[in-house]
């Protein structure tokens, strides 16, 4: 594959009010227009401001669009199993239209086992529920009858060529190689209890390969892998913020039902999988990443490192500026003023 791309991505977990979130996301997604990052991938979660501060992505995705002009935006993702696909359908392709095509469309199926009951849905049938959905949600995208002789208005122009899924297993990575559509990789996921330290890549390789496999002649792959990324000037910044954070992070997964061994704060960087340091120490540690030389696209967000919102702008300029260039991936060519502001 190709030198990846940039993505910003973000989960909307700003220590503020819901309001203030949405600004400062917006801020952070126009900075990372700034500095030449292609897409935005914005996160979906439903009742818990912990895990996530969005439960109507699209509805954000237009209020982005319209502050910035050239940043790809995508969902990342939709919880399909708890939406009504043609509506999902609806939304996305209203959203595209307003952001002038730019619109990605990543799926899923979900997400906090709680959060389904109140959606009238039992978790244990998630994903009969997410192929069911997602047979609909393609039907309506591709201008076919979805009942009633009715078929999706406004049309869906190309957005069915910008569908994307998430997985965390092998079939899913066949499942999405089938349709064609991009592939999205989680910044850290869960081991089995036979290799806790198994690496990221050693469990996210077999789906890439099923992914690539499973591909119609002819595709295009398109792989993006998130990644838990802080860049600071100071290292000692890095893992003062960092020593809150992730400490936060483990716990939560540990009352979600997962081991997470370590307890040192050096322990838990390498178990919740995190990229944290100084420009030079970050690229280091992206380099030996056996997946992200298979993605065409990398995605960083401060998840679950959760800096303030100053840092979090420094973390996308360092990246971008001297993390990207020093590991050989592309940005969009731009020239920059010293305040990352573009020039005329």
């Not at 914005?42 to 509805?59: K, T």
């Not at 982005?64 to 399909?80: C, D, F, K, P, Q």
């Not at 890439?208 to 496999?213: F, G, I, K, N, S």
Request: charged letters at 20%; glycine letters at 10%.
């Amino acid at each position: 594959m190709t030198a990846p791309t940039l993505a910003f991505f973000t989960r909307l977990l700003d220590e503020a009010p819901p309001a203030e979130r949405y600004r400062l996301a917006t801020d952070q997604i126009r900075h990372a227009e700034r500095f030449g990052v292609e897409r935005a991938w914005v996160a979906q979660h439903h009742f818990r401001a912990a895990e996530g501060g969005l439960p109507s992505p699209f509805v954000f995705l237009a209020h982005a669009a319209a502050a910035t002009s050239e940043i790809r935006l995508g969902t990342g993702v939709v919880t399909l199993p708890l939406e009504d696909p043609v509506r999902v359908a609806e939304d996305a392709v209203v959203a595209d239209l307003l952001s002038g095509g730019r619109v990605d469309l990543g799926l899923g199926s979900g997400g906090t086992p709680s959060s389904f009951l109140p959606f009238g849905l039992d978790v244990a049938t998630k994903a009969e529920v997410y192929d069911r959905k997602l047979g609909v949600l393609l039907e309506a995208l591709g201008g076919r009858e979805i009942g009633g002789g009715n078929r999706l208005y406004p049309d869906a122009g190309t957005l069915a060529d910008r569908v994307w899924q998430a997985t965390f297993s092998a079939p899913g990575g066949t499942r999405a190689g089938v349709h064609g559509h991009g592939l999205l990789l989680s910044r850290t996921q869960p081991r089995p209890a036979h290799a806790l330290d198994a690496s990221l890549s050693a469990l996210q390789d077999p789906i890439v390969d099923a992914y690539l496999e499973a591909l119609p002649a002819g595709a295009t792959p398109r792989v993006t892998a998130s990644r838990t990324v802080f860049v600071a000037d100071d290292r000692a910044d890095a893992l003062r913020f960092a020593e809150v954070g992730l400490r936060r992070a483990a716990e939560g997964f540990r009352r979600g039902g997962q081991t997470i061994p370590g307890e040192t704060l050096d322990e838990l960087i390498v178990t919740l999988d995190t990229h944290l340091g100084t420009p030079e120490e970050v690229a280091e540690s992206l380099a030996a990443d056996a997946t992200l030389r298979r993605a065409t696209e990398v995605a960083f967000q401060v998840h679950s490192v959760d800096a303030p919102h100053d840092h979090v702008l420094r973390s996308i300029e360092l990246f971008a500026t001297e993390v990207a260039p020093a590991l050989g991936w592309a940005t969009r060519d731009l020239a920059l003023s010293p305040l990352g502001k573009e020039t005329p």
